[in-house]
């Protein structure tokens, strides 16, 4: 299926639902690129896997989105240039109608792989007329009603109203029959005037016809043919007095073969094609019963088929004086090595149509559209990669954003939000503080490289415990940590994330040890919390960084500098916050700097808890160090050929 009704059906839900819901669904369907290629060919299962997304997604009723799809169509279709053909293709309702196989036919220049509907007018009347709609897939009614209606509103401006008056499938083909209701009295009439007396025109010798048209096929009520042209003559020369429907099969339009069927589609080109290949047929000269390569057929089952008839495209003519129909056609072939393999010459072609032209125009250019596709593709494969490449450039972006401020925020930043626009109150998250009491002795005794390594040991820890916790980071200065639980995501249970997540600092400390020179054991670290209002925003430009601003955040600070070594400090508020599942004790009044008395608690445990072992710590972080190098690798990967090239 072509990428053009992909198009089509994205379209609709953007115009429909807006882009937000299509990039919804396409995710959910795990499409990867935003939008499809009109001349690509998709798997026909891939629209079915989609439009279940959509449905669910959405909510919406198949048969309504369906038709509504199909009515977007006609607007969709004006967008890739095709509006002005549709608009001109029929004068009435029913011309256009009629009109719509022969204009597949063209289109299968630029859609070679289209397996387009039939359409069929019959029982026409003032009030409407009844439509017959062929197609080798299967629900596309809705779709079709949508289409229709659209096409009466848009180019002939009337009202419709369609009923499906049968469906049935026959073989592979659904058959539908449509009542189409409408204001049909302006139906044009042949003019009388205008017709000519045949007794006036001279007679034409058949040979003279059969000269001028050397693909000529006359053939009677019971399909036996009669008479051929010149040119078929010459590769078919027993093809006179065989049954026309054995010998040959309908391409297009998709009707059963019989005599009156064609009567009816006078007003469509026909695309015939032998039944047997047309090697075999000239081995024969068109005899039936020629043995074809059968032996050969089990060792070619994976191979691609290929089609080896010879097609004939063109009209056929009912002469109502000898009850005949005469077929007009010539061969359908794309290059000089089709028309060898036909047994064709190009002085057997027409000179009266452009079938010469085109046959060696195209031999011509072939080598240069060769080039200039081969050039296409390599361009194509580069883009590709490009693309490729931009996307993991991306990806590492926005995780390095990620890693700056909340994944909210990096997207309102994204979208063009400013610094201040970002900004938001929070009435009330909890907020926990740690240092390392004995930090300025660490830095004075020992070199610059433990240091840093101690404090990636203990943050790296940290970082693994916020994500277990659900605590955000705000910021690490020096030896300090400062994590937060309310925002930039907002939950009620802010306070007992921190008091898990001061635990677990707590008690993971003691697998960090001390580097001082002489100092046996783990560092020991004081814990600060308060719970209150904040405002989080994104502070600078060159750097910018998610900041958090408020008393509660001085409160907090204070918590922790007033606090002892291995204890969990808290105000009343937080105590206030706490479930009984916590053991907290009172300290009792404590003078802090700009705060004055204040009753403070400690926070000792809670029940059932389960501490973190060093062994579940050193695994996270080692799979999170894997990560990073897996990242830094790929990237790595991708800009080598660029390097070696």
Same mark, same amino acid.
């Given at each position: 299926?072509y990428?053009?009704?992909f198009?089509n059906?994205s379209?609709y839900?953007k115009?429909?639902y807006?882009?937000d819901a299509?990039d919804?669904v396409?995710r959910?369907?795990?499409?990867?690129?935003p939008?499809?290629?009109?001349?690509?060919?998709y798997?026909?299962?891939?629209?079915g896997?989609i439009?279940?997304?959509?449905?669910t997604t959405l909510g919406?009723?198949a048969d309504?989105?369906?038709?509504g799809?199909?009515?977007?169509?006609i607007?969709f279709?004006?967008?890739y240039g095709?509006?002005?053909?549709?608009a001109?293709?029929g004068r009435?309702l029913?011309d256009?109608?009629?009109?719509?196989?022969n204009?597949?036919e063209y @289109?299968?220049?630029?859609?070679? !792989?289209?397996? &387009?509907p *039939?359409?069929? +007018?019959?029982? #026409?009347?003032?009030?409407?007329?009844m439509l017959?709609?062929?197609?080798k897939?299967?629900?596309?009614?809705?779709?079709?009603?949508?289409?229709?209606?659209?096409?009466a509103?848009?180019?002939?401006?009337?009202e419709m109203?369609?009923?499906v008056k049968?469906?049935?499938?026959k073989?592979d083909?659904?058959?539908?029959?449509?009542q189409m209701?409408?204001?049909n009295?302006?139906?044009?009439?042949?003019?009388?005037? @205008?017709?000519?007396?045949?007794a !006036?025109?001279? &007679?034409v *010798?058949?040979s +003279?016809?059969f #000269?001028i048209?050397?693909f000529i096929?006359?053939f009677?009520?019971?399909?036996?043919v009669?008479?051929i042209g010149?040119?078929?003559?010459?590769?078919?020369p027993n093809?006179?007095?065989?049954k026309m429907?054995?010998?040959?099969d309908?391409v297009?339009?998709?009707?059963e073969?019989?005599f009156?069927?064609i009567l009816?589609?006078?007003?469509n080109i026909?695309?015939?094609?032998?039944?047997?290949?047309i090697?075999? @047929?000239?081995?024969t000269g068109?005899?039936?019963?020629?043995e074809g390569?059968?032996d050969?057929?089990d060792d070619?089952?994976?191979?691609?088929e290929?089609?080896k008839?010879?097609?004939?495209?063109?009209?056929m003519n009912?002469?109502?004086?000898?009850?005949v129909?005469?077929?007009?056609?010539s061969?359908?072939?794309k290059?000089?090595?089709?028309l060898?393999?036909?047994?064709l010459?190009?002085?057997?072609?027409?000179?009266?149509?452009f079938?010469?032209?085109l046959?060696?125009?195209?031999?011509?250019q072939?080598?240069e559209?060769?080039d200039?596709?081969?050039s296409e593709m390599?361009?194509?494969?580069l883009?590709?990669?490009?693309?490729?490449?931009?996307?993991?450039e991306?990806?590492?972006?926005d995780?390095?954003?990620s890693?700056?401020?909340?994944?909210s925020?990096?997207?309102?930043?994204k979208?063009?939000?400013?610094a201040?626009e970002?900004?938001?109150?929070?009435?009330?998250v909890t907020?926990?503080?740690n240092?390392?009491?004995m930090f300025?002795d660490?830095?004075?005794?020992c070199?610059?490289?433990q240091?840093?390594?101690?404090l990636?040991n203990?943050?790296?820890m940290f970082d693994v415990?916020?994500?277990?916790n659900k605590?955000?980071?705000?910021e690490t200065?020096?030896d300090?940590f400062?994590?937060?639980a309310?925002?930039?995501?907002?939950?009620?249970?802010h306070a007992?994330?921190i008091?898990?997540m001061?635990m677990?600092?707590?008690?993971?400390v003691?697998?960090?040890?001390?580097?001082?020179?002489?100092v046996?054991?783990h560092?020991?670290i004081?814990?600060g919390?308060?719970?209150g209002?904040?405002?989080g925003g994104?502070?600078?430009n060159k750097?910018?960084?998610?900041c958090?601003f408020g008393d509660?955040?001085?409160t907090?600070?204070?918590m922790?500098?007033?606090g002892?070594e291995?204890?969990i400090?808290?105000?009343g508020?937080?105590?206030g916050l706490?479930?009984?599942?916590?053991?907290?004790k009172?300290?009792?009044k404590?003078?802090?700097?700009?705060?004055?008395?204040?009753?403070?608690f400690?926070v000792e445990s809670?029940?059932?808890?389960i501490?973190?072992?060093e062994?579940?710590l050193q695994a996270a972080?080692?799979?999170l160090?894997a990560?990073?190098?897996?990242?830094a690798?790929?990237?790595?990967?991708?800009?080598?050929?660029?390097?070696e090239?």
């Amino acid at each position: 299926m072509y990428g053009l009704i992909f198009e089509n059906f994205s379209g609709y839900i953007k115009v429909k639902y807006g882009e937000d819901a299509w990039d919804n669904v396409r995710r959910l369907a795990n499409i990867d690129t935003p939008t499809f290629s009109i001349h690509q060919v998709y798997p026909e299962q891939l629209l079915g896997k989609i439009a279940k997304k959509t449905f669910t997604t959405l909510g919406c009723n198949a048969d309504e989105f369906f038709e509504g799809m199909g009515f977007y169509f006609i607007e969709f279709a004006a967008q890739y240039g095709y509006g002005d053909v549709l608009a001109l293709l029929g004068r009435e309702l029913r011309d256009f109608l009629n009109g719509l196989d022969n204009l597949h036919e063209y @289109l299968k220049f630029s859609y070679p !792989r289209i397996r &387009a509907p *039939s359409y069929f +007018v019959d029982n #026409e009347t003032p009030q409407g007329l009844m439509l017959h709609y062929r197609s080798k897939r299967r629900g596309f009614t809705t779709y079709t009603i949508g289409q229709l209606k659209a096409v009466a509103d848009t180019y002939y401006k009337i009202e419709m109203a369609i009923e499906v008056k049968e469906s049935e499938i026959k073989f592979d083909t659904v058959h539908v029959s449509f009542q189409m209701t409408f204001d049909n009295k302006t139906k044009a009439k042949a003019n009388s005037d @205008l017709v000519r007396e045949e007794a !006036r025109l001279p &007679a034409v *010798s058949s040979s +003279v016809l059969f #000269e001028i048209f050397p693909f000529i096929i006359v053939f009677g009520e019971d399909m036996q043919v009669q008479s051929i042209g010149r040119s078929l003559n010459q590769i078919l020369p027993n093809l006179p007095g065989q049954k026309m429907n054995e010998f040959f099969d309908v391409v297009r339009p998709l009707i059963e073969f019989k005599f009156d069927n064609i009567l009816s589609r006078s007003n469509n080109i026909f695309e015939l094609m032998t039944n047997e290949a047309i090697d075999v @047929l000239l081995k024969t000269g068109g005899a039936q019963g020629g043995e074809g390569d059968e032996d050969g057929d089990d060792d070619n089952m994976m191979e691609e088929e290929v089609d080896k008839s010879l097609h004939l495209k063109g009209q056929m003519n009912f002469m109502a004086d000898w009850n005949v129909v005469m077929f007009l056609g010539s061969p359908a072939i794309k290059d000089l090595e089709q028309l060898a393999q036909a047994g064709l010459f190009i002085c057997d072609l027409s000179m009266h149509d452009f079938s010469r032209d085109l046959l060696l125009a195209s031999s011509q250019q072939s080598n240069e559209l060769k080039d200039a596709l081969d050039s296409e593709m390599e361009k194509t494969k580069l883009m590709e990669e490009s693309m490729g490449k931009l996307d993991i450039e991306m990806k590492r972006s926005d995780e390095l954003l990620s890693q700056m401020m909340p994944k909210s925020v990096a997207q309102k930043i994204k979208d063009g939000a400013s610094a201040v626009e970002t900004c938001e109150i929070f009435e009330m998250v909890t907020i926990v503080f740690n240092d390392i009491p004995m930090f300025g002795d660490i830095c004075a005794q020992c070199d610059g490289m433990q240091i840093v390594a101690m404090l990636n040991n203990m943050f790296g820890m940290f970082d693994v415990l916020s994500d277990k916790n659900k605590v955000y980071k705000v910021e690490t200065v020096k030896d300090c940590f400062v994590g937060v639980a309310g925002a930039p995501e907002r939950t009620k249970n802010h306070a007992e994330l921190i008091m898990d997540m001061a635990m677990d600092m707590r008690d993971c400390v003691q697998f960090v040890k001390d580097p001082r020179p002489g100092v046996e054991g783990h560092i020991k670290i004081r814990l600060g919390s308060h719970s209150g209002q904040v405002v989080g925003g994104i502070v600078g430009n060159k750097c910018p960084r998610y900041c958090l601003f408020g008393d509660a955040m001085n409160t907090s600070s204070r918590m922790m500098s007033f606090g002892q070594e291995q204890n969990i400090h808290v105000s009343g508020t937080v105590k206030g916050l706490l479930p009984a599942s916590y053991t907290v004790k009172e300290r009792g009044k404590v003078t802090v700097k700009g705060k004055g008395e204040m009753v403070t608690f400690w926070v000792e445990s809670k029940a059932n808890r389960i501490p973190p072992t060093e062994e579940e710590l050193q695994a996270a972080l080692a799979a999170l160090q894997a990560k990073k190098k897996e990242d830094a690798t790929g990237v790595a990967a991708e800009e080598a050929p660029k390097a070696e090239g």
